[in-house]
């Protein structure tokens, strides 16, 4: 066999091995999650976004500490008495400070849903990286002396992993301040009322309204940017709003009829 029929053959076979991992990136590529989750994984506008929103959050958590009435729980706002409380800050976790992408592109990849196995295994990988930001803006918190609570919609049977993961990226977690879901504490509003007892809620930052306020579980669109229009003033300074382009409520509350398209 003469050496250019050689180098044919192997250009041949090198060829054929690639059509799998083409075919692949191109099935990738048709799934209606890939822009979302590519955006938050590669962009530049990403990065950039969850840092600048962050820095914003820090100077609104300044001008907090300056002023004794100030409250971003609604619950404690309305009913007072909460101006001697030591001050606190209540995050999300997931795509708030943990980024999950990964996840989510596996799914991509292995043309899968989210299913809560797959998710609580993911969990316990305690492989997911920060969130552009996020830790910087921690830490400036508790060296302003402000303790920081995260209250997620991850279960209880992964909260280990969960602080696991949190201590791997530089946070402090612990049993105290990370309040996971339980069937006694299934809404976040009533995990954020055992904060609220001993603490003057600063902020309240996350990538989902239902991180910030109650009725956002509503599948009706219209309702949910009702609600919004009436928050439109606490935002930017009290809660503060991360984007997730790949999940959350706003999907179940798409019209059924167009998939939320506006053609006009």
Sequence with gaps: MNSMRMIRISL????LASIPSIALAQDSRDDRRYDAVTWMQASAEYQLLTKQIYRSATTQLLVALDDPNWSADEIQSVEGGFQEKPAAIILDVDETILDNSAYNARNI????????DSWNAWCEEGK????????????????LGVKVFFITDREDSVKQATIENLKKIGVQASEENVLTKNPQLEDKISRRA???QKHRVLLLVGDSMSDLCSGMGTREWEERRKIAAEKTEIFGSRWVMLPNPAYGGWQRALPSDNNGLRLD
């Excluded at 041949?12 to 060829?15: I, T």
């Excluded at 990849?109 to 809560?116: A, S, V």
């Excluded at 920060?130 to 830490?139: D, L």
């Design 109 to 116: 990849r292995d043309k899968k849903l989210f299913t809560i």
């Design 128 to 143: 997911a990286l920060p969130i552009p930001g996020a830790v910087e803006f921690i830490h400036r918190a508790e060296a």
């Design 12 to 15: 041949s076979v090198l060829m």
């Design 194 to 196: 055992i904060v609220s």
